[in-house]
């Protein structure tokens, strides 16, 4: 497996990343080198991402050696941070333009692809992307489908997808390249709750299908 990195991706702001498995296990790694390196000092924010963490720092660090020694440090000694989190039940309508194409890509038929997308609870491995944006962990390798060769330029908020080992609800209208799948009238994200994100790293969704339209 490759070392761990450290990048500057602003002037006061790094990305440590270290390639690994993208499961649950790891995961709660960078939830955990999140949370300590958010208490030191020069760290404004430490948000945990998808097998990596950003430190949005105070100053503009003269170097990233000593940062870099620290986190990579934080990684070697395996730390994590286990979650209890709260479970969503999520009502969709399993009704996406692409629906019968995922089905047709997973050689499933389209009731199986349903019933194997809501059969897990699937856990919130970071939040970001777009506002309110949930990475989630769980999908069933059988509905593993690549990104679509032309994204689409507007999708709806409330759009579930799927792409990769990955699925995900759109948290606002814009661009994708996953496969849309269905929909809910969920809000992840209003500016007008507190907090404005429905949910965290270490949540669970569980997708309940009320209708089946291919």
């Known amino acids: 497996m490759a ?5 500057m991706i602003g002037s006061r702001a790094v990305l440590f990343h270290a390639p690994c498995p993208f499961d649950l296990a790891h995961q709660q790694r960078f939830w955990a080198i999140a949370d300590h390196a958010a208490q030191w000092e020069g760290v404004r924010e430490a948000v945990p ?15 990233l050696d000593h940062l870099s020694c620290d986190l990579t440090a934080l990684w070697n000694s395996g730390i994590r941070k286990e979650v209890e989190g ?9 009704d996406g333009p692409h629906l019968a194409e ?18 897990p609870d699937y ?49 606002s209208m814009g661009p994708s390249g996953w496969n849309t799948i269905g929909s ?26 009320v209708r089946v339209q291919a």
């Open 184 to 209: 809910t009238g969920t809000r992840f994200f209003d500016p007008a709750r507190q907090p404005a994100a429905l949910l965290a790293p270490g949540d669970r969704i569980r997708f309940n299908p």
């Open 102 to 119: 995922v089905a047709e890509l997973t050689g499933l038929a389209i009731d199986e692809v349903v019933r194997l997308h809501s059969a």
């Open 123 to 171: 856990t919130v491995y970071a939040v970001g992307s777009h506002a309110g944006y949930c990475y989630l962990g769980g999908l069933n390798p059988r509905l593993e489908t690549p990104r679509r060769k032309v994204p689409l330029p507007r999708l709806p908020g409330g759009s579930l997808s799927v792409a990769g080992l990955q699925t995900g609800v759109s948290a």
């Open 3 to 7: 070392s761990p990195s450290l990048s």
């Open 86 to 94: 709260r479970l969503l039940p999520i009502d969709i309508a399993y």
């Open 49 to 63: 991402g998808m097998t990596n963490v950003t430190l949005l720092l105070k100053d503009v660090p003269p170097d």
